[in-house]
């Protein structure tokens, strides 16, 4: 096959519009920024404040006055208090397979390593190798911002934006409606 | 004047009568047009014949009608290609739920017509298994992802081979360097032969001259993609050049929930789409057409 060519550039009479004019840069990047998802600091209560906002409780206002009992409990059935009715559909894993038992307000890594509940991706990672990976690449998960690094900053979203640690599945929802001029079942032209 | 009113002066007075009738009614179409097109758009050079300062005088004409027509000041600017970018996109299978949110954005950031809820993009649904698009359904109205299908956004593939281009009889619509396809919509006399020749469906037509609230009006635009296009013409997704040319994402990536997109510059070996291409085995629709897509599909495996 003949290669085909971009058109031909002597097209535009003004040869000065082929481009834009961008300076050249100083060869620096803006930064790509991991959102850092609330739940990860705290829990969102049913209580509302007098202005109707959700009542949001950190970790540490609990977890840092009471003493942890010296047991997690292996099933969320027999959580108590704030994480009562807690929804648990990941796989067989207990509490203290993501939590540490020693701090409740960290997790700990399967190293035995404990770390903050906000370095939770790299606890995601140990077993998902290839959506992290994807997620290096920017080939899973949203983001906003640029392509462009040079030009602008890039925002992540984390693992937990997308997915609920104690019940990853990506939820199941009505979508957008369809354009009205789809026929039902057959692909169409516009 | 001293005929005498005769048969004859009768039939001449009638004829001319009916020939002014006649004259002026076929004249009424010049007369409408001018409601909708002004001297300034009768007379306006092709794009690529515009020198700098005349882009820019026929960018506030733009930006005044607009004003006057749908009250709502907005700016239209003339963003050209960075050198040594080509852009590519690629879409993941595995991820894409079906949601339609990136035909939402579409439909808000390029300023689509409201009533008709136009997009450039239209979410196939698949069966499992099956990889002939004619097959998807578009309509599909219940909740996603369903058992046994999976979900294919499709937009402009910009390819490279583009067959839409070729078949214009104006040179209205043609493929940019860092290869985005464009149409100057006031150069475009609507014959639409490109929308059939184009296997994705990707193209659309104006049926009517779009309506918009000024209120939803996206007033970030520019000449080549999101501003409010006339009655009469063809458009198409521009990727939307107004933002990636100056480093943005694209909309509809933006507003993917699943994060199933990926843009970049293929020519930027660090890019993340690169690192998809090089990676993952992408595929493009109806390569046996020799269009040579610039938007790839891959699934997970």
């Known amino acids: 096959m003949l290669p085909v060519a971009c058109e031909d550039p002597a097209g535009y009479a003004d040869r000065s519009r082929r481009f834009a004019d961008v300076p050249a840069g100083d060869g620096s990047r803006h930064a790509i920024t991991v959102h850092r998802p609330a739940s ?4 969102v209560g049913t209580e509302q404040t007098p202005q109707g906002q959700p ?22 059935r027999t959580l108590g208090g704030p994480h009562s009715g807690l929804r648990f559909e990941h796989g067989s894993n207990e509490c203290r397979s993501c939590h540490d038992p020693e701090r409740y307000d960290r997790l700990r890594l399967a190293s035995g390593e404990s770390v903050p509940m906000t370095d939770a991706l790299r606890l995601c990672a140990q077993c998902h190798g290839t959506q992290h ?15 462009d690094l040079t030009r602008g900053p890039r925002l992540r979203n984390h693992c937990v934006d997308c997915h609920d640690p104690h019940a990853p599945a990506f939820p199941r929802f009505r979508p957008m409606p369809p354009p009205p001029d789809a026929p039902r079942r057959r692909a169409d032209h516009g | ?115 008709t809820h136009q997009s450039y993009i239209r979410v196939l649904e698949m069966t499992s298994g099956s990889m002939d698009m004619e097959q998807g359904n578009t309509g599909y109205d219940h909740t996603v992802p369903a058992e046994g299908k999976f979900y294919m956004p499709v937009q402009c593939q910009q390819c490279e081979n583009p ?9 209205a619509t043609w493929q ?7 149409v100057d919509y006031n150069w ?55 933002r990636t040319r100056e480093g943005r994402l694209p909309a509809c990536l933006e507003a993917c929930p699943t994060g199933a997109r990926v843009f970049g510059n293929v020519l930027d070996p660090n890019s993340d789409i690169r690192w998809v291409l090089e990676n993952k085995r992408v595929f493009v629709l109806k390569e046996e057409l020799g269009t040579r897509p610039r938007f790839f599909y891959f699934f997970d495996v």
Not at chain 1, 133 to 147: E, F, K
Request: proline share 7%; aromatic share 6%; with cysteine.
């Open chain 1, 40 to 43: 990860l600091s705290g829990i």
């Open chain 1, 55 to 76: 009542v949001e409780v950190s970790c540490a206002t609990c977890h840092e006055v009471l003493r942890p009992p010296p047991e997690l409990p292996t099933s969320a």
């Open chain 1, 133 to 147: 990976r994807d997620w290096l690449h920017g080939a899973h998960g949203g983001m906003n911002g640029h392509w």
């Open chain 2, 1 to 115: 004047m001293d005929e005498k009113p005769t048969r004859r002066v009768a039939l001449k007075v009638l004829g001319a009568t009916l020939g002014a009738a006649a004259f002026e009614r076929a004249l009424s179409p010049l007369r409408e047009l001018s409601e909708i097109t002004s001297v300034g758009d009768f007379m306006q050079k092709h794009y690529r014949e515009l020198s700098r300062d005349e882009m820019n005088a026929v960018l506030r004409r733009l930006e005044d009608e607009t004003q006057q027509r749908y009250g709502r000041e907005v700016t239209i600017r003339d963003v050209r290609p960075t050198e040594g970018v080509q852009f590519a996109y690629a879409l993941n299978l595995s991820v894409c739920i079906g949601c339609r949110r990136c035909v939402d954005a579409c439909h808000v950031e390029n300023n689509h017509d409201r009533p």
């Open chain 2, 163 to 171: 067959p839409c281009t070729k078949v214009c009889p104006v040179e």
């Open chain 2, 176 to 182: 940019e360097p860092d290869g985005i396809v464009v």
């Open chain 2, 188 to 242: 475009c006399i609507g014959c639409r032969y490109c929308e059939a020749a184009c296997p994705y469906h990707a193209r659309r037509f104006n049926w009517h001259k779009p309506e918009i609230p000024a209120a939803e009006i996206n007033p970030d635009q520019s000449y080549l993609s999101n501003r409010i296009r006339p009655q009469g013409v063809v458009e198409k997704c521009t990727f939307c050049l107004h």
